[in-house]
């Protein structure tokens, strides 16, 4: 009976001390805090024209427009990626009659305007990677393909050109899940270009706002 209680005893004291030790996996942090990082975001986006390309050219609102990124999150504050996609702008004016050489036409007049733009940025996040919310700040620069076309009924007037684009903005992720892979995007960015052609006598101008999911491993 005495030896039955002295290893009771020494058990009593034994087990919480080894329990005491024992590594607690569960409060290790989630990879996406210890280490850096991938993110893709496939994004639709709604638009509105700005400025003198408002005023001279378009002045009607587009949801034709979306985009892919791939970002590439750091260990601190920033993340680093690169984004392509899609934007298209449209206008039908009443119709009149305009002159075409020596010829004078009359036709519903059709402006278009397509640009495909190709942009490095980067990201500066105002919470800690643990954050379910994951607001930012964002910078970008690049290059647009364009395509501007006017149309006159059946006839056209037509210009390609790759111009210079740069962007601003600000938006927030927000994870399904705090250790999650998934989550969905919200931003709100101005655009603009150095094109310049027929109507569009001073640059490229936008606002969007666009709604985006993500997808994040490491």
Request: no cysteine; glycine share 10%.
């Amino acid at each position: 009976m005495k030896k039955i209680a002295v290893i009771a005893l020494f058990l009593a004291g034994f087990v919480p001390g080894f329990a005491q030790d024992a590594p607690k996996l569960y409060t290790l942090p989630s990879p996406f805090e210890r280490y850096t990082h991938y993110l893709a975001t496939a994004r639709f986006m709604g638009a509105a024209p700005l400025g003198s390309f408002s005023s001279n050219y378009i002045d009607k609102a587009s949801f034709q427009n979306y985009s892919i990124s791939i970002e590439w999150v750091l260990r601190n504050a920033f993340s680093v990626g690169g984004e392509i996609g899609s934007t298209y702008f449209e206008k039908r004016i009443p119709r009149a009659l305009y002159q075409s050489g020596d010829e004078t036409i009359s036709a519903v007049q059709t402006r278009t305007l397509s640009q495909y733009p190709v942009e490095v940025f980067g990201n500066y996040h105002l919470l800690p990677k643990t954050s379910k919310i994951q607001p930012y700040l964002q910078v970008s620069g690049g290059i647009s393909i364009l395509d501007y076309t006017v149309f006159y009924g059946s006839l056209a007037s037509q210009n390609q050109k790759v111009a210079p684009k740069y962007g601003i903005g600000a938006g927030s992720k927000f994870l399904f899940k705090k250790d999650g892979s998934f989550g969905i995007d919200v931003r709100v960015k101005y655009d603009g270009s150095t094109y310049k052609y027929d109507y569009i006598e001073n640059g490229i101008s936008t606002v969007s706002g666009s709604v985006g999911v993500f997808y994040r491993w490491w």
